[in-house]
């Protein structure tokens, strides 16, 4: 697994932890944008992209060709990462 999707779950289990549903839901869809990844003095040629879809009940994620589509179900934030291995784990 690369050391985005890492960042990416460990964000995710912080927000989980630390917040309620609603709340770290509410950060997420507040990232809507484009964002650029840097590492270290270099600026990565892949974008992360952020948007809200389905009336507000998701946020997507898309970096590369690969996706995250993140949720609330009831008092659980779930996520479905779409790789390109071809797989598709889910984050609770």
């Given at each position: 697994m690369n050391k985005?999707?890492?960042?990416?779950?460990?964000?995710?289990?912080?927000?989980?932890?630390n917040a309620d549903t609603g709340s770290a839901f509410k950060i997420l869809q507040d990232?809507?944008?484009?964002?650029?990844?840097?590492?270290?003095?270099k600026v990565l040629p892949i974008e992360m992209t952020y948007d809200s879809g389905s009336k507000g009940s998701i946020?997507?994620?898309?970096?590369?060709?690969?996706?995250?589509?993140?949720?609330?179900?009831?008092?659980?934030?779930?996520?479905?990462h779409f790789c390109n291995a071809?797989?598709?784990?889910?984050y609770q």
């Open positions: 985005m999707i890492w960042v990416l779950l460990a964000l995710f289990a912080s927000l989980s932890a990232l809507k944008g484009r964002w650029s990844i840097n590492a270290g003095d946020v997507t994620e898309q970096f590369g060709k690969e996706l995250a589509v993140i949720y609330k179900d009831g008092d659980r934030l779930l996520m479905t071809g797989n598709q784990p889910r």
